[in-house]
């Protein structure tokens, strides 16, 4: 039998809950074409919510076509450029022969390499020659507006792992004319979100940068255990297992309602019960859960500076005053300076995370091995 629950992808359909909110809000900015930015930690589900919200839209709106760009792999403008030209002419055509006659049809002073593999539904690849890109990256920048244009439709361009471009070279540059080019844009809106949060909100929320108020920018939540409970509970139902009330709070609690650590631990819990599942079981499977990121956590924890350290052990000692000379000799943290420090680069690392002057851990997990494994507080 196969386990109901997905991590590490998409969740869609029945392996999706909640974010009705968050599906609507989207989807109406999707619909009036409303510039969107998404910011959250990792995994905790924004390639799926855009996912979800680009399927509805696109059903209740016939001249819509949301085009999903993923900077994943891109490094480089060039790289951008291919990647974006490609989704574009893919996501508006609706058959690959389209997509071919857009890709003559769309540019005039760039010359598109078109191959066809044998599968050409998935397989039309398109290429320019990076001279000539470089050159007229207007073309490509412009592309949603043109074809929208030209075909009467409208253009949401969903770009995943948006704080790549903070790493090409002359990254401000880049940002700039990516912004000059896309705000004149009419039948044509940005829905851009990414996994480094840190690096989001300096693209996008200081004012100094090129795409600051850029659009509608929207901080995802985790999901509340009022619609996690029902959701596990469900999935184990679905195939003939049960789960107890308590045993649900448990994973959620455990999780710290974490959306894909919420799932991983329904799998493993899942897996361990022949039919029912307690609290006991979660329990065990929690723990196989944290041995099996200890290799990972460990790796982690070498790539930290001694002061780094010291300053997650005070935080993890749920020590609030942590510049006070007591607990700043306590933990060996060298000075008031090494605080903002260690903050600044764990943050920067994706390691905490700052809301409202309070400080997290990102990862539920990792939090928990520090304060049992590492630190045994
Ligand atoms: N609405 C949801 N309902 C149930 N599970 C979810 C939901 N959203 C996300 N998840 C869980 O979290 C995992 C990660 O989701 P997703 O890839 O959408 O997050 P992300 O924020 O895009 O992640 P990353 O930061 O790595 O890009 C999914 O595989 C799934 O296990
Ligand atoms: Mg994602």
């Given at each position: ?126 290429d320019f020659d ?237 939090e928990y091995w520090l304060r ?6």
């Amino acid at each position: 039998m196969e386990a109901p629950f997905v991590f590490g992808k998409i969740a869609t359909d029945e392996n999706f809950t909640d974010r009705e909110q968050e599906t609507k809000h989207l989807v109406g900015n999707f619909r009036s074409l409303i510039n969107t930015i998404i910011i959250s930690p990792r995994r905790w589900g924004k390639s799926s919510l855009v996912h979800r919200a680009a399927t509805i839209a696109q059903n209740e709106d016939k001249y819509l076509r949301v085009c999903t760009v993923d900077l994943f792999n891109v490094k480089t403008e060039e790289q951008f450029y291919t990647v974006f030209a490609r989704s574009i002419i893919r996501g508006t055509a609706s058959r690959w022969d389209e997509a071919v006659e857009n890709a003559k049809m769309f540019f005039s002073r760039l010359i598109p390499r078109i191959s066809i593999g044998a599968d050409p539904m998935n397989e039309v690849s398109i290429d320019f020659d990076w001279e000539e890109m470089r050159n007229n990256p207007d073309e490509i920048l412009d592309l949603p507006e043109r074809i929208a244009e030209a075909k009467g439709l409208k253009v949401m361009v969903c770009i995943d792992e948006f704080q790549n471009i903070a790493e090409f070279d002359d990254p401000l540059f880049f940002q700039r004319k990516l912004r000059a080019h896309w705000q004149k844009h009419q039948k044509a809106s940005y829905c851009l979100y990414g996994s480094k949060r840190h690096m989001m909100l300096e693209v996008f929320t200081d004012s100094s940068m090129p795409f600051y108020k850029f659009g509608d920018l929207f901080f995802l939540n985790k999901i509340d255990t009022a619609h996690l409970v029902p959701f596990i509970t469900e999935r184990f139902s679905s195939t003939g297992k049960t789960i107890s009330e308590g045993a649900c709070r448990k994973i959620v609690e455990l999780a710290d309602n974490h959306p894909y650590y919420v799932q991983q631990l329904s799998q493993l819990s899942w897996l361990r019960s022949p039919e029912s599942c307690t609290e006991e079981i979660v329990v065990k499977a929690h723990a196989s859960l944290v041995e099996q990121l200890s290799l990972l956590f460990s790796n982690l924890v070498e790539t930290l500076t001694f002061q780094q350290i010291c300053y997650l052990h005070a935080i993890i000692s749920g020590e609030k005053a942590i510049t006070s000379a007591e607990t700043m000799h306590k933990y060996h943290i060298s000075s008031a300076t090494a605080v903002s420090r260690s903050l600044k680069a764990l943050t920067q690392k994706d390691i905490l995370d700052r809301r409202a002057g309070v400080v997290s851990f990102q990862d539920p997990i990792f939090e928990y091995w520090l304060r049992h494994f590492y630190f045994q507080v």
